[in-house]
């Protein structure tokens, strides 16, 4: 007797239904941006502080509010380390003012003798030039103030939303894991708690690696400007680490900031030279050596989707979009590899060589399990 075998849908349909699924969640992705975004920052510190609320938990007996609370504020004084460092530093800057200004007023000078002299455009005609492009940039003056103070606003809101829903997050971590597994059916239960094992063993080594990786990167830069006499060694190597971590164009802001306070602080052009060319060194060490020994072998996503994530993200979130996008893709990878249907996608995702050797699994599903609520 034969049977009916169901119907299978075409090729192009089903690339339609992923192309309409890839425009409607990019689509949604953008008008929620101001909601996502703090989410996902909140999602990876969440990933990251958990070990800290689980001790806090386990082994002084705190109760998981006060524990969330308690790691929610280490965070934050990490970060008011990090900024006191980089605004005491800020600050010199603030006391040689007036130096910085002859600096820029004496090059200046000489770069409109060398244009007089090149060029042969006369000194009243480049002075005209010059005020009048003063006079509209004081006319636009008030509106780069509040634009500067809208950014700023917006960057503190974004960060207490994020050390909010970071709070919120470690509290109802069993709530949200109980909804997780009414979602996809107690029959996926074990497949989920393995996903959600994998993805909190990536990112965790990759946030810590990445933080590795930064504190490596300025410390070797203090360490190279002081041993070179550079001026505001410490807030280089400190600009230089910070800026790092941006993908791709956080080493060209590094080396731009550099090189001009490098040279408002009144630096011979061989020091200048001697600042650019540490940072470029520092930069190709720290693609080819740190990148792939401490970061690299947390995430395996090959250079042109790591490449595509970043514009992708800059484009739809902004910088912040390209600080989540090797997290996100990672996530999505492990989330693909576990699904049948989606393990083409992983494939594509991942690197082309893959180790023989599995996964070392630190992680433990177990562990996910026994926290799993009744």
Same mark, same amino acid.
């Given at each position: 007797m034969n049977t009916i075998q169901p119907a299978k849908n075409p090729f192009y349909f089903k690339l339609a239904m992923v192309l309409v699924s890839l425009i409607s969640l990019g689509y949604l992705s953008i008008m929620g941006k101001e909601i996502l975004a703090p989410l996902m920052f909140s999602l990876l510190i969440a990933i990251l502080l958990l070990p800290v609320s689980v001790f806090l938990e386990t082994r002084l007996n705190l109760p998981r509010s006060a524990a969330a609370g308690l790691s929610v504020l280490l965070l934050l004084l990490a970060i008011s380390i990090i900024v006191y460092l980089v605004g005491s530093q800020v600050s010199g800057l603030a006391r040689d003012w007036p130096m910085f200004e002859v600096q820029v007023r004496s090059s200046l000078t000489n770069l409109q003798n060398w244009i007089s002299t090149t060029f042969h455009i006369d000194l009243k005609k480049q002075t005209d030039y010059i005020e009048s492009s003063a006079s509209k940039l004081l006319n636009a003056g008030t509106t780069v103030l509040g634009t500067t103070v809208i950014t700023v606003s917006s960057l503190m809101l974004f960060l207490v939303f994020t050390l909010i829903d970071t709070f919120f997050l470690l509290l109802y971590r069993r709530l949200i894991l109980k909804f997780l597994v009414g979602v996809f059916k107690e029959e996926n239960a074990r497949t989920l708690y393995e996903v959600i094992a994998e993805i909190q063993f990536i990112i965790?080594?990759?946030?810590?690696?990445?933080?590795?990786?930064?504190?490596?990167? !300025?410390?070797?830069?203090?360490?190279?400007?002081?041993?070179? $006499?550079?001026?505001?060694?410490v807030l280089l190597g400190l600009i230089t680490g910070l800026f790092n971590i941006i993908p791709y164009i956080g080493i060209f802001s590094a080396l731009l900031l550099s090189t001009l306070i490098t040279f408002a602080a009144g630096a011979t052009t061989g020091k200048i030279l001697l600042?650019?060319?540490?940072?470029?060194?520092?930069?190709?060490? $720290?693609?080819?050596?740190?990148?792939?020994?401490?970061?690299?072998?947390?995430?395996?996503?090959? !250079?042109?989707?790591?490449?595509?994530?970043?514009?992708?993200?800059?484009?739809?979130?902004?910088?912040?979009?390209?600080?989540? !996008?090797?997290?996100?893709?990672?996530m999505a990878k492990i989330i693909f590899d576990r699904i049948e249907g989606l393990q083409p996608w992983g494939v594509l995702l991942g690197a082309e060589k893959e180790d023989k050797k599995p996964l070392s699994r630190k992680y433990s599903v177990k562990k996910v399990i026994k926290t799993a609520p009744d």
């Amino acid at each position: 007797m034969n049977t009916i075998q169901p119907a299978k849908n075409p090729f192009y349909f089903k690339l339609a239904m992923v192309l309409v699924s890839l425009i409607s969640l990019g689509y949604l992705s953008i008008m929620g941006k101001e909601i996502l975004a703090p989410l996902m920052f909140s999602l990876l510190i969440a990933i990251l502080l958990l070990p800290v609320s689980v001790f806090l938990e386990t082994r002084l007996n705190l109760p998981r509010s006060a524990a969330a609370g308690l790691s929610v504020l280490l965070l934050l004084l990490a970060i008011s380390i990090i900024v006191y460092l980089v605004g005491s530093q800020v600050s010199g800057l603030a006391r040689d003012w007036p130096m910085f200004e002859v600096q820029v007023r004496s090059s200046l000078t000489n770069l409109q003798n060398w244009i007089s002299t090149t060029f042969h455009i006369d000194l009243k005609k480049q002075t005209d030039y010059i005020e009048s492009s003063a006079s509209k940039l004081l006319n636009a003056g008030t509106t780069v103030l509040g634009t500067t103070v809208i950014t700023v606003s917006s960057l503190m809101l974004f960060l207490v939303f994020t050390l909010i829903d970071t709070f919120f997050l470690l509290l109802y971590r069993r709530l949200i894991l109980k909804f997780l597994v009414g979602v996809f059916k107690e029959e996926n239960a074990r497949t989920l708690y393995e996903v959600i094992a994998e993805i909190q063993f990536i990112i965790r080594k990759y946030i810590l690696g990445l933080l590795l990786e930064m504190l490596i990167v !300025a410390g070797a830069c203090c360490i190279a400007f002081w041993l070179l $006499d550079i001026k505001y060694a410490v807030l280089l190597g400190l600009i230089t680490g910070l800026f790092n971590i941006i993908p791709y164009i956080g080493i060209f802001s590094a080396l731009l900031l550099s090189t001009l306070i490098t040279f408002a602080a009144g630096a011979t052009t061989g020091k200048i030279l001697l600042v650019v060319i540490t940072v470029v060194v520092m930069h190709l060490v $720290d693609s080819n050596v740190l990148l792939p020994l401490v970061v690299g072998s947390k995430v395996r996503i090959n !250079a042109l989707i790591t490449l595509l994530a970043v514009i992708i993200g800059e484009m739809m979130w902004g910088i912040t979009g390209m600080f989540l !996008a090797i997290p996100v893709i990672a996530m999505a990878k492990i989330i693909f590899d576990r699904i049948e249907g989606l393990q083409p996608w992983g494939v594509l995702l991942g690197a082309e060589k893959e180790d023989k050797k599995p996964l070392s699994r630190k992680y433990s599903v177990k562990k996910v399990i026994k926290t799993a609520p009744d």
